[in-house]
């Protein structure tokens, strides 16, 4: 019989279980030791395409790996129904070691950053000498994001049946980076060859703005994929954003290696890159700061880049661009 009052002890405690039972809760996590190993190929809103063995395999993120972010380039553990199947679903239980990691801003004074892809070693920077007109601003951009995230830059000018490459080339010509010039009309023969042999054995990933014709060349090295197209706006010079995610493809053949188209951009913002690292992706300046002063911002009148550049050892558009870049991360400093 139940008692009441003081007289009641702990038998006479009654315990309802909750309404999701009385199962007790735990840290331990399963270690999920029978994963399969899986590359990102793409991610779109919340799914992640995944390649394990010859399969693709759509997948979710699993709970138990919180906010980390998967991108484009991850190797994955993943678990759960690896058929393939149609409307079949798995899970991304572990992101591995990443061994490099390209990222951006929206812009230098927005702190949040987006993951452009993950391990690879090479960015191709993809730029139009006509049509619209080629952003060095830009491209200077993109050298100092290879350069911090430790990828080898290649850059591919296309267009050229439009204007010449030479002016181009002779402004990052002391830098020594590989490039290769790319005409509208052959993207199917020599030249679509030629920046094969450049990103074979390698993961490259693309980037550039948009109407440059960056997935126009990647449809022409993998063209059994043949992604959308489209033009540059007549009015503003501009192109229009025809690649809505990044995809990695694999090369055709048995050269290996695999390239990753991204979104087009118009903006590449840097506030992930401490200013002091900046003057790593300006070989050709980097020499001059030796005899800078202590802590020099290389923008005041004792700073050596200005004697290095009236000495002929680097262009004056090359120490414009670090000074401007330099400038906004002060401002973001600053704010």
């Known amino acids: 019989m139940r008692r009441y009052g003081k007289d009641t002890d702990e038998e006479d405690v009654r315990v309802r279980p909750g309404r999701k039972g009385s199962r007790p809760r735990t840290r331990i996590r399963p270690k999920h030791e029978d ?3 899986g590359f990102v190929l793409t991610v779109d809103r919340g799914r992640i395409t995944c390649l394990v063995d010859d399969r693709r395999i759509t997948a979710m993120k699993a709970r138990e790996l ?3 972010g998967i991108a484009v380039g991850d190797r994955v553990d993943i678990v759960g129904d690896l058929s393939g199947a149609k409307d079949t679903l798995a899970r991304i239980v572990r992101v591995q070691e990443r061994s490099s990691v390209l990222r951006r801003t ?19 920077i993809v730029t139009a000498l006509a049509d619209p007109e080629p952003r060095p601003r830009l491209i200077d951009r993109c050298l100092v994001a290879a350069y911090d995230a430790g990828l080898e830059p290649l850059l591919i000018l296309t267009k050229s049946d439009l204007a010449p490459a030479e002016p181009l080339l002779e402004t990052y010509a002391p830098l020594g980076i590989r490039y290769v010039v790319t005409r509208s009309d052959e993207l199917d023969g020599a030249a679509a060859d030629e920046v094969r042999e450049r990103l074979a054995g390698r993961m490259t990933a693309c980037v550039g703005h948009s109407g440059v014709g960056k997935t126009t060349l990647v449809n022409a090295l993998v063209p059994e994929y043949a992604r959308a197209t489209g033009n540059v706006n007549a009015v503003t010079g501009r192109g229009r954003h025809t690649t809505t995610s990044a995809l990695a493809l694999p090369l055709p053949g048995d050269i290996g290696g695999w390239v990753i188209d991204t979104p087009g951009v118009r903006s590449f913002g840097l506030h992930h890159v401490e200013p002091s690292r900046v003057i790593h992706a300006f070989p050709d300046l980097e020499p001059g700061t030796e005899q800078c002063p202590r802590a020099c911002s290389h923008d005041e009148p004792d700073c050596a880049l200005d004697a ?3 000495a002929g050892h680097a262009e004056p558009a090359r120490l414009h661009s670090l000074r401007r870049l330099l400038a906004t991360r002060e401002r973001r400093e600053g704010d």
């Open 35 to 37: 994963a399969a190993e």
């Open 66 to 68: 919180g906010r980390k």
């Open 106 to 124: 929206a812009d230098d004074d927005d702190p949040y950053e987006r993951v452009v892809v993950a391990n690879a070693d090479q960015l191709a």
């Open 308 to 310: 290095w550049v009236a």
